[in-house]
Structures are given as C-alpha cells and as structure tokens.
C-alpha cells in the first residue's frame, strides 16, 4: 500500500506539471496542422512562386531553409538561457525540462543550418567550410549546445546537473549577439543582412523567407511541445524507477 501511495503521489506531482483540462494534445494537434499548412506554402513558394537567382541559380534556394535554420538555432539557445538564469533563482523541474528541450531541438536545428551552409558554400565560394566570423561563431554555438547535452547526459537529472547547465547555457547565450552582428564587425565572406536592406532581394524572395520563416518558427515550436512532453514522462520514470527500487 505505502508502494502504490508514493506511486499515486508521483503521478499526481506531474500531472500538476500540465495545462489545466490536458490541453497537450490540443495543442500538439493545432501546432501540427499550422505547421504542415504553412510548410506547404513554403515549399509552394521556395520552388514554384519564387524565380530563380540570376547570379546563384537553383543553389540560391537553400538560403530560404538556411536563415530559418539558423533563427530558431538561435532563438532556442536564449530559450536555454532564460530559463537557467529562473532556474538558478527559483528552481523548478519544469524550467529544467523546457532547458533540456530547447537545447535538443536547437541543436538539431543548428546542425541543419551548418549542413545547408557547407551544400551552398561548395558552389558558390568554391570550399564547403571557410574560417569565416560568422561561421566560426556559428559551429562555436553547436559546439557549446554538445557540451551542455554531454554535460547533462553525465550529471543525470539532478540539481547540481541543471544548475551546470544553467551556466552554460547563459555562458553560450553571448555568442548568440555576436553571430548576428559579426559580418557588421568583421570582413568575411559571408553574405551581409539581405533583408531590410533596399535592393538587396527582390519582393517575392522576400516575401517567400518570411513565410519560410513562420513555418520553421512553428515546426521547431511543435517539436518543442514533443521535446518538453518528453522530458516530462522521463522524469516522471525515473521517479517511478528510483520508488520501486
């Protein structure tokens, strides 16, 4: 009886962990059909409405899933050090899962984005990788998102673990700047800021990156959901698991 009370009292401590009403797969079901229509418009977009680049030809089609890559690779690392900044005043379980989550997609994202890259550098520079500022700064910012999944894979689900990655995590979150604004600091060979600038794309390239833009926004937004679902019944085991032994 004692056995099935703290199993009964676990699952109630994580279930209080969930949207009022189970709106979990509400809001997977909602994310999901945003994400499949406006992928679809994207792709529409990308290969059909948009004209082909007169300098860089079909190769130049990479940049409409390249940027979007690389924004919520970016955004996802913020997303990791926010919520270790909360954590190391107010700890919570949930803060430490969306951490775990944000820096799982992230680097997923952020692999993506330097694959792309080194597929449109090879035509166009010549070299599939070059040592330039954004880029280095870039495969920095992959390499801190291994060191804090390394560093939490060896630490477990403890709060000495997340308090380590909460570190890191606001540690790496100054790289971010520092990719944004490198091709205004320093002379490379990356391409500088396409959009805003008056000339620079024409309207329908445009237009077809911002819609590209809010499609990979609400597919990492939706792999998020899972991710965090994720972490939450993984905790949830090994507090069953940690009972029962």
């Keep these: 009886m004692a056995l099935a009370k703290q199993i009964s009292d ?10 009022s009403g189970g709106r979990w797969p509400l809001i997977s079901l909602i994310l999901g059909g945003l994400t499949a229509l406006t992928l679809a418009v994207a792709l529409w977009m990308i290969f059909i409405y948009t004209p082909v680049d007169s300098l860089q030809g079909e ?16 955004l996802s690392f913020i997303i990791l050090a926010v919520t270790g900044i909360i954590y190391l005043f ?24 330097l694959i792309l890259g080194s597929l449109w550098g090879k035509p166009i520079w010549g070299a599939w990788w070059v040592w330039d500022a954004r880029l280095t700064a870039t495969l920095i910012l992959w390499f801190m998102y291994v060191g804090y999944l390394m560093l ?37 060979q990356h391409p500088v800021a396409q959009v805003g600038v008056q000339g620079a794309l024409p309207p329908q390239a445009t237009l077809t990156l911002m819609v590209a833009l809010v499609a990979i926004t609400l597919l990492y937004a939706f792999m998020m959901v899972q991710a965090y679902q994720l972490q939450r019944l993984q905790a949830l085991a090994q507090q069953l698991r940690a009972i029962v032994e």
Excluded: C
Excluded at 10 to 19: G, I, K, L, N, Q
Excluded at 153 to 166: F, I, L, P, V
Excluded at 170 to 183: E, F, T
């Design 90 to 113: 107010k700890p919570d379980a949930r803060l430490d899962w969306l951490a775990r989550a944000a820096a799982e997609v992230g680097v997923v994202f952020l692999t993506i984005t």
């Design 59 to 74: 190769t130049q089609r990479i940049f409409y899933f390249h940027v979007p890559t690389a924004w919520v690779g970016m």
């Design 152 to 188: 939490r894979s060896y630490m477990g689900r403890t709060n000495e673990g997340a308090r380590a990655g909460a570190v890191i995590g606001i540690i790496g979150a100054i790289d971010v700047p520092i990719i944004y604004l490198s091709v205004s600091w320093w002379r490379g």
């Design 10 to 19: 676990t699952e109630e401590r994580a279930a209080s962990t969930r949207p």
